[in-house]
């Protein structure tokens, strides 16, 4: 089978993937040449009474949880249809920012329905790329052809729905998912046309293995990323320093930074400048990590060997050149330092998701693989469809979905559930409603719709869905609390 892109976007209840719940997905296959392939995608997935959808991104998206409940699929519906309908061999799925946003959402989904988190992205020749990191290259490096938006406040933006207004793209509603997605063609065929080396330079190495194989040259490579300033058009030189000890992620350090003031300072020291904060003023540590696996937008120095290229990116190479032979004079030493606070950075971080998180077995994704054996099992699961799912027939290794399975069972078949197994979800929902009475999730909720609903320029839209979510928060409140 020919390889096709599947560009996707969706619409989510909050902008937490482990917490928040898809409510919209819309895609578009296409061929290579991004033309398209069949018909649209466009479906709903059914809100479960255990989540309290943030208010704010509700009025963004317009879709009411009421919604959801009467045309969408449950979560295990849904996955069938997606592994029925969409999933395909040697298939790349791409997105607007997908790999930071959407993608995680579809791992977390995948996760709770008893799925491998990860195949669908790459069984069978499949991939996945994101455009968005496609734009800043193209902006920094050859925006030839192609009018490039700026903010209210004047500085660059590459938002989606502003760079599809500059060039006269169709976008009529932003922030619905099938629009959004045929937005995101339209921005990606605009570049292919105009910049054809630079997207074909950027689809070849959205792998893992080229993006390794360029930055461990041990030479300096030009890379466009969010992590950079927008006036520098995101994009700076780095050079590979190795890899961070506990997690997979490459630790680069920023070329456009002299750094003599950070030689000589202590791990402590480094590991304060490493810290963010949004005072300028302050000296800041330039150093960064860079996940071969979620297709950063990297390229050879070469790239901006001509003036004009080094003056849109402020950034010589001359600049590049003196800063990397002061790097290289302490480079051992240097970084062992560095490494030293990567491992400090993710124990700390391990640590306080664990004690201010007190996280649910829904968000433990990830804690780590699934085996063969417990593979298997889940398989045995999802084919019963409900039908026969009593939780004690399931025996698995991983505690995470013993956990998960009675709450499989009562989000994808709540008719299905025997009187003990539906006081216990009543209890579970009850519990990720209410807990912390006043700090809860229902009520930080309504306190929202309030704050929200205090606006007088509201428009009889917006007023409209604060009606609906009024009524949802309070559908969702169960028959004992208000007694």
Known sequence: MAASFFFYDLETSGISSRSARIMQFAGQRTDMDLNPIGEPVNEMIKL????????????????????????????????????????????IFVGYNSVRFDDEFMRFLHYRNFYDPYEWQWVDGCSRWDILDVVRMTRALRPDGIEWPFAPDGKPTNRLEFLTKVNKLDHA??????????????????????????????????????????????????????KYPSVKQHTSAAYWLGRNPNQRDEVVYDLRHDPTPFLNMSVDELAEAWKYTKDPDVLRLPVKTLKTNHCP????????????????????????????????????????????????SDTEREQTYLVDNQATVDERLYDGFFGPGDKQTMRAVRSSEGEQLNPSAF?????????????????????????????AWDEFCHNQVFAGDQSSKLAKFFKRLGELGADEKLS????????????????????????
């Open 48 to 91: 479960t009474p255990d989540v309290v959808p943030e208010p704010d991104a509700i009025m963004i998206t317009g879709i009411t949880p009421q919604q959801t409940l009467v045309d969408g699929y449950t979560e295990a519906e849904f996955l069938k249809f997606f592994y029925d309908e969409v999933v395909q061999p040697d298939t």
């Open 173 to 226: 509603h932003a922030h619905d998912a099938l629009n959004d997605v045929l937005a995101t063609i339209a921005v990606a065929k605009l570049i292919k046309s105009k910049q054809p080396k630079l997207f074909e330079h950027l689809l070849n190495y959205r792998s893992k293995k080229a993006v390794s194989e360029l930055i461990e040259r041990g030479e300096p490579f030009i890379y466009s990323s969010g």
């Open 297 to 344: 937008a990297v390229a050879p120095l070469g790239v901006i060997k001509d003036p004009e290229t080094q003056a849109r990116i402020d950034l010589t190479l001359d600049t590049i050149s003196k800063n990397l032979a002061l790097l290289k004079a302490h480079q051992a030493e240097f970084t062992v330092k560095i490494m030293e606070i990567m491992k400090r």
């Open 395 to 423: 025996i698995f290794s991983d505690e995470r979905l013993t956990s998960l399975l009675p709450l499989y069972k009562a989000r994808n078949y709540p008719q299905l559930l025997t009187s003990e197994e539906r006081a």
């Open 460 to 483: 009889d839209e917006k007023k409209y869905l604060l009606e609906e979510l009024q009524l949802y928060g309070q559908s969702i409140v169960p028959a004992d609390a208000t007694e």
